[in-house]
């Protein structure tokens, strides 16, 4: 090792001062080395590298995310299917609202006619006539006491309204041979309306009837003939009601 760096030595002793060596070439190494020299300038820059050859492709990056795009519009309507078979029957339908207004009204009217019927047969005789019923139990009364008998009966003192019904409540006298009807004129002299006060609509008045005999006549019966007479209210006939 030693001999190693002797030789190194030489040789850089002999590259610094070769000019010294030739000149006193009876110098012996080894010598004392020289005083460093001053640092050089920097060299000037180097050429550009020449273009470096295509690396190996990278590894393949992650899948994205996704994308977010908006609805597109609807397309065309499709063409039209075939027609299809031909359906089955329906069922009935229920009752449109003039039928069930119908029907109600027809149990309102079979409600009321029973409930008539059943009064009817509540009396000793009844005659019928279109859809009125004359009833009576042989009472005979004055008017006040008719009015009570028929009201409590849940009826009207008889009043025929036509020729038919005059006829069918007269077959129904007795004896006395005359009946009250519903006609007074207490409220105004000569003037005979209904137990509703509405004027009447059918009339059967006797010859010179009604006269208001001595001022005390605002009561009306139908005698055996048929013919209305005017009488005082507290004569004592036939009490027939009608329902
Ligand atoms: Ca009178
Ligand atoms: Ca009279």
Redesign the pocket.
């Known amino acids: 090792m030693a001999v190693l760096k002797h030789y190194l030595c030489a040789a850089l002793i002999l590259i610094q001062f070769v000019p010294d060596l030739l000149a006193a070439s009876d110098s012996s190494c080894p010598a004392l080395a020289g005083v460093p020299g001053t640092p050089g300038h920097n060299g000037s820059p180097g050429r550009d590298g020449r273009d470096g050859r295509d690396g190996f492709p990278g590894l393949k990056g992650e899948k994205g995310d996704p994308g977010i795009g908006a609805q597109g519009p609807p397309g065309k309507m499709g063409p039209a299917g075939l027609i299809g078979p031909k359906g089955e029957k329906g069922n009935s339908g229920l009752p449109g609202g003039d039928v069930q207004h119908t029907l109600t009204a027809d149990v309102k009217y079979l409600t009321e006619r029973l409930t008539v019927v059943e009064k009817v047969l509540g009396f000793q005789t009844f005659k019928k006539v279109g859809k009125k019923y004359f009833v009576s139990d042989g009472l005979v009364a004055n008017f006040e006491n008719a009015q009570i008998f028929c009201s409590d009966a849940g009826a009207k003192i008889a009043l025929p309204r036509n020729e038919d019904e005059n006829k069918v409540l007269v077959s129904m006298n007795n004896i006395p041979k005359s009946m009250f009807i519903g006609a007074t004129?207490k409220e105004k002299?000569?003037l005979f309306v209904d137990m509703d006060n509405q004027p009447l609509t059918f009339t059967k008045w006797r010859t010179n009837e009604?006269n208001?005999y001595k001022?005390q006549?605002?009561c009306t019966v139908a005698e055996i003939t048929g013919g209305w007479n005017?009488v005082p209210c507290s004569a004592k006939v036939n009490v027939v009601c009608e329902l």
């Open positions: 004129d002299e000569g009604p208001d001022d006549e605002d005017d």
